[in-house]
């Protein structure tokens, strides 16, 4: 899954905003119990858990280092440019 298609959700509210040198995307996960974002390489790995259990997603991201965090059950990544 691309930032793109997780913007495009009707699930997921989420936000992608274009600085120039940075691009950053925003999702609301709801009422995440535990969750967690790890990055690897050109990927983001989202786990958290909602109403039909644990679920994992795996974003893909442009090339330019990211730095991932969840805070109170919103993701922010921020992708440099």
Same mark, same amino acid.
């Given at each position: ?6 913007? /495009?959700?009707?699930? $997921? !509210? ?8 940075? *691009?950053?995307?925003?999702? @609301?996960? &709801? ?11 050109? /990927?983001?790995?989202? $786990? !958290? ?8 997603? *795996?974003?893909?991201?442009? @090339?330019? &280092? ?11 990544? /921020?992708?440099?440019?």
């Amino acid at each position: 899954m691309s930032l793109k298609h997780i913007t /495009e959700r009707d699930d $997921v !509210f989420a936000r992608r905003y274009d600085y120039g040198d940075e *691009e950053v995307l925003v999702a @609301d996960l &709801g009422d995440a119990g535990d969750a967690s974002v790890d990055v690897l390489g050109n /990927e983001a790995i989202v $786990v !958290f858990e909602d109403e039909d259990g644990t679920r994992q997603i *795996e974003l893909q991201l442009p @090339d330019g &280092g990211a730095e991932a965090f969840i805070t109170n059950g919103v993701l922010t990544i /921020e992708v440099g440019l």
